[in-house]
């Protein structure tokens, strides 16, 4: 049944007739065309739509509408460009070539920022710990970790 939601979307208050059980990434998707989350596995294992909610990364897929209504806060891939300038791991991401299909990047992209967020400086092992519940079919780990690491680097030359 379709019912009247509000959500706070990269920090814009919306409304949207959905069906509170629908999932936020349909929603996101179908709804409110926010097309850079992806729809992998539907299941929650693969991490390609991942999301932000008050910070957190969150497979958006498994997510219900009503779990995210109100106060609680999305950021998706769209909502990480500051005045006009991309986000320092959206550039290392570019710098060090880290995608090829580019299905799971802005999955990588938003865990790699709820990572970066919580630790600034995170080793080796702790990126690829946090990132565990990412899958990327084109296999481009190695790329990935480095755009992290730089732009771990990056955020501490601009602190
Ligand atoms: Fe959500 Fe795979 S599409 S985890
Ligand atoms: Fe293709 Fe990761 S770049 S799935």
Redesign the pocket.
Known sequence: MQRTTSLTVNNKKLRVEADPDASLLSVLRNDLELTGSKYGCGEGECGACTVLIDGQPAKSCVTRLRQVSGKKKITTIEGLEQDGRLHPLQEAFLEFDA???????SG?IMAGVALLNKNSRPRREEIVRSMNGNI???C?YPRIVAAIERASRATKEGS
């Open positions: 995608l090829q299909c580019g299905f799971c990047t990588m990327c079919r084109c481009t």
